[in-house]
């Protein structure tokens, strides 16, 4: 090893010192940058927490409160239903109520003990509960519970294939068949508790449902309040029930609205929930309620919902009231309605005392204003033929369906228009028809073979001859008429069946008025050209006068109504308008009137609309020996008619359909009437006349007050 020399020691003892100096002066720059830096980021964090305090502490805090207090909407008051002078028809009777509405994660553990502490609190009368309900209850309570699972076997746990079944649903529907008969034989307050637990247990995460709201005491509102904190989500409230303070017979016309319970109907759930409703609402199922849903549907309110840290509501405060749906008036008035109602029921039951209507259906009648579609009066007696009773159904004059007869025959002649096949008044034979293969085909007033009688169009509305209808659709046919001839019509062939049915329709029968109500009937054609059904070639003509197809009440009162004003088809109307609610929740200012909807134009000239009115009027008035409507000339307005005989059949009793279209005074008219007399062994007495005569007396008597 080489030894040092005295001047390399000196060099290396002057080197160390300067070197651990040097290491010593860097250290306190280390940690100058070192405080430099956590003093930095201090100053950073306080600036940001500075900003979020300061600058969004208002966002934050508005985000805080949503975590805990949730809005949910509350159902509002449906608008009401007045009559055209004001009388209140349909209106809502408020409630007290208990509710409750279920907060986040709330699962059916949960609910048992607040079920059953509102059960000590209050009575809540107990619903017919199925076996399922009751083993749900008691499957809530998680003691319970286990003891039903620990049941299960290995089988049950597997599926068909032997694989272990995890889903909890199948698993619990399997612990359900666990449950004894003895385990769920409740007693009467036990029932009560389940009940309550059902209808709590049924509403989705922060919806509101009903515990009680019928019967329900301000005492146990009181109490309610008293014990708010000890039973989560449970409020008081108001609800309401629609209540009718009128006796009328309209009241199946009016419809009905589901209860919160049935919720939305399941055929119809997809459509109102794009509408924004959720699925207990209660809407109008049926009728004028459904019709006018969305203005009826009353505007929600809001309520502020508080839930605890668990999710479970603990108070329910209001923010924002519910606004009450807008009202209807209709055009019914209902002194009006009643009094035909009266007229009707009382030669009925003449027709009845006489033995005439032993078979009979009932009575069917419409009025309506022929300018602006406005229905009046819809009266309909269903008769009960094994006991006589008679019951209002004011629905019927739309969904039942008869042979109108020779009312038709306005519309077979303008048919004859639109083909070409006459122009004006033209005059054709009436003589009885033999047709091959079929029976006589003849007027009621000429039964006569070879009786030959000259009529014109007027003149066959007059006497209602049927021959002149027959020789129009052989005109439509190209053909004239030989005796025993062979039609030129293929058996099943539509063609012209359609061209009679689209003028009929033009007037409205055989399709839809368009009446605002769902449910109507569009009559019976046969439109099924099917071997089994196809109408033979005598039937085009008995489609001619009447003896075919089948049409309601409402549809005969359209097509009076469209030969009254000229050739328009309006659509008949139960709603007037649409109003707005005073302070009081009452009908108030008009907000839109429901105005006339013309549907079509009948396509004939007002030169030949004016042949079919005279003769219209010459049913009533006419002098001819055949004339057929003179029984009412005696009005106390003038009226432009057709009559009607349909040929029908009860089992093997021969019977008829007396039925009438008419409208009055006949050159401004003010209203169009339709009536059917279904099935009567007898119309000698001309009931259809005496009838729409007392109709247009009451009508008279009705404008004059």
């Known amino acids: 090893m080489k030894k040092l020399s005295f001047l390399d020691k000196l060099k290396n003892d002057n080197e160390e010192p300067m070197t651990q100096k040097s290491k010593k002066s860097h250290i306190p720059f280390r940690l100058n940058l070192l405080f430099f830096v956590i003093f930095g980021l201090f100053v950073a964090l306080i600036v940001r927490l500075g900003y979020l305090q300061i600058a969004e502490g208002q966002q934050y805090a508005q985000k805080a409160e949503e975590n805990s207090a949730l809005r949910i909407k509350t159902s509002a008051p449906r608008g009401e239903i007045y009559d055209a002078k004001g009388n209140l028809l349909v209106g809502n009777k408020a409630n007290l109520a208990i509710t409750y509405t279920r907060g986040k994660k709330v699962q059916a553990k949960d609910i048992v003990p607040v079920a059953n502490k509102v059960n000590d609190l209050i009575h809540v009368p107990a619903d017919e509960l199925s076996e399922r309900d009751k083993k749900d209850f008691w499957l809530a309570n998680p003691e319970n519970l286990k003891a039903a699972q620990k049941r299960l076997t290995d089988a049950d746990r597997t599926d068909e294939k032997g694989n272990k079944i995890t889903d909890e649903g199948t698993l619990y529907v399997k612990t359900v068949e666990k449950v004894t008969p003895e385990e769920i034989n409740f007693d009467e307050h036990t029932m009560q508790a389940a009940t309550i637990f059902k209808r709590m247990n049924a509403v989705q995460e922060l919806n509101t449902a009903f515990i009680k709201n019928e019967g329900v005491t301000q005492n146990e509102i009181a109490i309610i309040g008293e014990h708010t904190s000890e039973i989560a989500g449970v409020s008081t409230g108001m609800d309401w029930d629609r209540e009718y303070p009128q006796t009328t017979d309209l009241r199946s016309l009016l419809g009905k609205v589901s209860s919160q319970k049935a919720g939305l109907p399941a055929e119809e759930v997809d459509e109102y929930i794009t509408k924004g409703y959720e699925l207990n609402d209660r809407v109008g199922t049926s009728y004028l309620e459904k019709q006018y849903e969305e203005v009826l549907q009353g505007q929600k309110g809001i309520s502020e919902v508080t839930l605890d840290n668990k999710g479970k509501a603990l108070t329910q405060t209001p923010v924002k009231e519910g606004k009450k749906g807008e009202n209807l008036k209709l055009t019914i008035d209902m002194a009006f309605q009643a009094k035909i109602e009266e007229v009707v029921r009382a030669q009925y039951q003449q027709l009845l005392a006489t033995g005439n209507a032993a078979y009979s259906d009932g009575a069917y009648v419409v009025v309506m204003n022929p300018k602006t579609g406005a229905v ?34 306005g519309a077979t002649i303008s048919a004859g228009y639109e083909q070409g096949v006459i122009t004006g008044n033209d005059v054709l034979i ?6 091959y293969g079929s029976e006589q085909k003849s007027s009621v007033f000429n039964k006569i073979p070879g009786n030959q009688i000259p009529l014109s169009a007027e003149q066959a509305l007059e006497y209602s001859s049927n021959a002149y209808m ?21 058996t099943g062939d539509p063609t012209l069946f359609n061209v009679l049915r689209k003028t009929f329709g033009e007037y409205g029968m055989g399709v839809s008025t368009g009446i605002d109500l769902p449910g109507e009937s569009t009559g019976l054609s046969n439109k099924d050209f099917d071997s089994d059904l196809a109408p033979m070639p005598g039937h085009l003509l008995d489609l001619s006068f009447g003896q075919y197809d ?18 328009t088809r309006i659509a008949p109307r139960i709603v007037d308008g649409i109003y707005e609610n005073k302070e009081d929740g009452s009908l108030g200012q008009l907000k839109e009137e429901v105005k006339p909807k013309e549907l079509n134009k009948v396509d004939i000239s007002s030169e030949q609309m004016d042949i079919i009115q005279k003769g219209f009027y010459d049913v009533v008035h006419g002098n001819g020996i055949f004339t057929t409507g003179k029984y009412m000339q005696g009005a106390a307005l003038d009226i432009a008619a057709k009559t009607g005989t349909a040929e029908t059949n009860v089992g093997e009793h021969v019977t008829v359909n007396s039925n009438v279209v008419a409208y009055a005074p006949s050159n401004d008219p003010e209203i169009a009437v339709s009536v059917i007399l279904p099935h009567l062994t007898s119309e000698s007495t001309r009931p259809n006349q005496s009838m729409v005569t007392a109709i247009v007396n009451a009508y008279a008597e009705y404008k004059a007050q």
Not at 430 to 435: G, W
Not at 550 to 567: D, E, F
Request: negative net charge.
């Open 376 to 409: 009046m009066a819809m009266v309909a007696l269903d008769r009960d033929l094994a006991t006589n009773e008679l019951t209002s159904n004011p629905l019927a004059t739309i969904n039942k369906a008869f042979e109108p007869g020779s009312v038709v025959k």
């Open 550 to 567: 089948t049409y309601t009440a409402m549809q005969l009162a359209q097509y009076a109504s469209t030969v009254a004003n000229g050739g």
């Open 430 to 435: 009436d003589e009885p028809l033999q047709i």
């Open 470 to 490: 027959m020789k129009l659709v052989l005109k439509m046919m190209k053909t004239d008429y030989q005796y025993n001839m062979v039609l030129p019509y293929q």
